[in-house]
C-alpha cells in the first residue's frame, strides 16, 4: 500500500472528525446532520487505523489517529458506566473469565508446582546426604521444635497479616511480570516456592511432625498456593505470547495477554488478602487442627467455584478478560 497516498486522500476526514470532536464539547451547538456526520467519520477513521497499522505501520501517524478515535469514540458511545457497576462487571464477568480462559495453563502449573515440592520433600526424606547437606542438624531441631510453629504467632496478628499479605502479592505480581521476559523469571519464582515449601516439608516430617507441619500449612496454603500457582501460569502464558502469537502479531499478541494478566492481578490481590487474614488469625488459633483446615478448604473451594461458575458463564458468552477488548472491537477494519 502507497502509505503517502492513502493518507493524502482520507487527511480531510481525520481533520474533519477531529474538528467534530472539539465542538461535541458542547453537543448543543451542533446540528443533527454534524452528529450524524460525526458517528459516520469515527467509524471511518477507525476503519483507516486498522488499515494503517496492519499494512503500513507508522508510528507517528498510529499514535495520532489512535487518539482521534479514542476521543471519538467517548463522544459517540457517551459516559462510561457508574462506577459500582464497573467493579460488579469486573467482579462478575471479567476476573474470573481472566482466570477461566487460562484454566489449562493454570492446572498444569499447579500439578507441576506439586510434583516439585512432593518430589523434594521425599529426597530430603529418604536422602541422608540431602537430609545432612542442606541445613546443619542444629537448625533442623531449631525449625522443628520451635521456628516453624513460632513463625506464625511471633507477631501481633494484624500486622502479621499485612506482611504476609504485602510479600505473597510481591511474589504473585513478579510472577506475573516476569512473563514478559519470556517466561524463564517466572519459572524460577515457581521453582523457588516449590522448592522451599517440599524441603521444610521434608525436614519436618523426618523429625516425626508432619501432623504440624500440615496442620499449619493448609489454613492459609491450600489458597494461598493455588493463587501464587494461578500467577505463575499467567505469566507462563504471557511469555509464551511472544514465542507463539498464533495468528496475531507478536506485539498484538503480548498486548492482550498483558492487559489480562493486569485483570488478574488485581482479583488475585484480594484473594491473597483473603489468605492473609486466614493465616494470620486462624492458622496460629486454638481451634481444633480439623475446623482450621476446614476454613482452608472452604476458601479453596469457594474461590474455585467462584471462578468455575462464573467464568465459564461468561467465557461462554464471549467474554476472555481483555481490558481492551471494546477498543480492540472499533479498531477492526470493515467492509
Not at 7 to 23: K, P, S, Y
Not at 24 to 48: C, F, G, I, N
Not at 78 to 89: A, D, F, S
Amino acid at each position: 500500500m502507497d502509505l503517502d497516498a492513502y493518507v493524502g486522500r482520507h487527511r480531510g476526514e481525520w481533520a474533519r472528525l477531529e474538528e467534530l470532536v472539539r465542538r461535541a464539547a458542547r453537543p448543543r451547538r451542533m446540528s443533527e446532520a454534524e452528529l450524524d456526520e460525526l458517528v459516520e467519520l469515527y467509524q471511518k477513521v477507525a476503519t483507516h487505523l486498522s488499515v494503517i497499522r496492519s499494512r503500513g505501520p507508522d508510528p507517528v501517524l498510529v499514535d495520532r489517529l489512535a487518539g482521534t478515535v479514542t476521543r471519538a469514540r467517548s463522544v459517540v458511545v457517551g459516559t462510561r458506566e457508574p462506577g459500582w457497576r464497573v467493579v460488579g462487571r469486573y467482579i462478575a464477568v471479567t476476573f474470573p473469565a481472566a482466570v477461566y480462559a487460562r484454566r489449562g495453563w493454570v492446572l498444569a502449573t499447579c500439578a507441576a508446582s506439586l510434583a516439585v515440592a512432593v518430589a523434594f520433600g521425599l529426597w530430603v526424606v529418604h536422602s541422608p546426604a540431602a537430609h545432612s547437606g542442606l541445613l546443619p542438624p542444629s537448625e533442623v531441631r531449631q525449625l522443628c521444635h520451635s521456628d516453624f510453629a513460632r513463625y506464625y504467632s511471633e507477631n501481633p496478628a494484624s500486622s502479621f497479616a499485612a506482611r504476609v499479605w504485602t510479600n505473597n502479592a510481591w511474589v504473585a505480581a513478579s510472577a506475573i511480570a516476569f512473563g514478559a521476559l519470556l517466561g524463564l523469571p517466572t519459572l524460577a519464582v515457581l521453582l523457588l516456592n516449590s522448592v522451599n515449601l517440599g524441603i521444610v516439608g521434608g525436614y519436618m516430617t523426618s523429625c516425626g511432625e508432619s501432623s504440624q507441619f500440615f496442620t499449619l500449612i493448609l489454613p492459609h496454603g491450600m489458597l494461598e498456593l493455588a493463587v501464587v500457582f494461578t500467577a505463575g501460569a499467567v505469566g507462563l502464558r504471557l511469555g509464551w505470547s511472544i514465542i507463539d502469537s498464533g495468528p496475531r502479531r507478536r506485539v498484538e499478541a503480548l498486548a492482550a495477554e498483558g492487559r489480562a494478566a493486569v485483570t488478574i492481578s488485581l482479583g488475585l490481590a484480594v484473594a491473597l488478602a483473603v489468605s492473609g487474614l486466614i493465616e494470620a488469625f486462624v492458622t496460629p488459633s486454638s481451634l481444633p487442627p480439623g475446623v482450621r483446615i476446614g476454613v482452608g478448604v472452604f476458601a479453596l473451594v469457594m474461590f474455585v467455584g467462584y471462578i468455575r461458575i462464573y467464568g465459564r458463564r461468561a467465557v461462554a458468552m464471549g467474554e476472555s478478560g481483555d481490558l481492551g477488548k471494546e477498543l480492540s472491537a472499533d479498531l477492526a477494519p470493515t467492509a
